[in-house]
């Protein structure tokens, strides 16, 4: 690990300055960052604690919905009897991920904010466009099983590796952020991570030294919530593939995709088939795919999962 500064912050816009300065970052739980700079992935020369900013309570907002402060810990968040009550896919989300120990320390924007677990990504000794830009990408003719099917570019087909955010997309959740300047944002989750492109190296649209302070849903959706999540193991693993849906009384409902692009993968227009099936609703979200001989089962894998969340909204048996 490289030698740092360290400072632990007082004032939201006062750490927002302090980390638009070139080579610094936040630090809140540490949970993905500091796996990062022991490896040298990550080489920060300074590192801004956020931890006593105060961003740790989930309130009720004027609409009906909630308001969940940006240091809320993932087990807090799964926890509150709100969220299992009225948003019970984040509950399930955030549970099948990760282990309990490190949802103590995992926070809500951390969680929103961790980085690929590509395997290229993690080897200092493998060419990889986001670790270093212009390097090359090794995934692509290499191993690629864990990879990216759609929403990838020639530059790079990592996958966001998170279970928390494939629920709040579907939940239509809403980041709110603070810059340098003072200036607040509220930022779609649909527009929070972004594509690759030529780009890789860039994970959001955060501007340089914007802060999360929050992340706000909207009102409860109803309806039956649910997760499913594939993996290799049964826990401590990321997704192969994994289903955030919210599926309504008449079978209408809304769907994201988790394990399988740059950001969590919902196309509303697919929606919109769901009383067709999840054959018809998958065709639709992952038209035009570009999926590896390594990963091209994450396709069928994505209806086979989709089918069982329609059968357990349904009542039945779950395939």
């Known amino acids: 690990m490289k030698a740092?500064?360290?400072?632990?912050?007082?004032?939201?816009?006062?750490?927002?300055?302090?980390?638009?300065?070139?080579?610094?970052?936040?630090i809140a739980g540490g949970t993905n960052l500091l796996d990062l700079m022991k490896i040298e992935v990550e080489t920060p020369s300074h590192l801004i604690d956020v931890q006593d900013l105060g961003f740790d309570k989930i309130e009720k907002t004027r609409d009906g919905g909630l308001r969940i402060g940006a240091l809320v810990t993932n087990t807090n968040l799964a926890?509150?009897?709100?969220?299992?009550?009225?948003?019970?896919?984040?509950?399930?989300?955030?549970?099948?991920?990760?282990?309990?120990?490190?949802?103590?320390?995992?926070?809500?924007?951390?969680?929103?904010?961790?980085?690929?677990?590509?395997?290229?990504?993690?080897?200092?000794?493998?060419?990889?466009?986001?670790?270093?830009?212009?390097?090359?990408?090794?995934?692509?003719?290499?191993?690629?099983?864990?990879?990216?099917?759609?929403?990838?570019?020639?530059k790079c087909i990592a996958t966001f590796p998170g279970d928390m955010a494939v629920a709040m997309r579907v939940l239509d959740a809403v980041i709110e952020t603070v810059d340098a300047n003072g200036q607040q944002r509220s930022i779609p989750i649909a527009d929070f991570h972004r594509l690759w492109g030529d780009r890789p190296e860039i994970d959001t649209n955060l501007r340089a030294g914007e802060l999360i302070t929050a992340v706000t849903l909207p009102r409860p959706l109803g309806g039956k919530h649910l997760y499913e999540k594939v993996r290799d193991r049964a826990s401590y693993a990321y997704a192969l593939v994994s289903v955030a849906a919210v599926i309504q009384p008449d079978g209408t409902g809304r769907v994201a995709f988790g394990g399988v692009a740059p950001k969590p993968w919902r196309v509303e227009a697919a929606e919109a088939l769901l009383p067709r099936g999840a054959a018809a609703v998958t065709a639709r979200a992952f038209q035009g795919a570009t999926p590896t001989e390594d990963n091209k089962f994450k396709l069928p894998l994505a209806t086979r999962a989709l089918a069982s969340v329609i059968a357990q909204a349904a009542g039945q048996k779950g395939a």
Do not use: W
């Open 4 to 26: 740092f500064t360290y400072e632990r912050a007082k004032d939201p816009v006062a750490a927002a300055r302090a980390a638009a300065r070139p080579g610094a970052r936040f």
């Open 79 to 154: 926890a509150d009897e709100r969220v299992r009550r009225d948003y019970g896919v984040l509950t399930r989300a955030i549970v099948a991920g990760a282990s309990g120990q490190l949802r103590n320390k995992a926070s809500t924007a951390g969680n929103l904010l961790q980085r690929t677990r590509c395997p290229y990504f993690y080897d200092t000794n493998m060419a990889c466009n986001k670790r270093k830009p212009g390097s090359g990408c090794s995934a692509i003719g290499g191993v690629s099983r864990q990879l990216g099917v759609i929403g990838v570019s020639d």
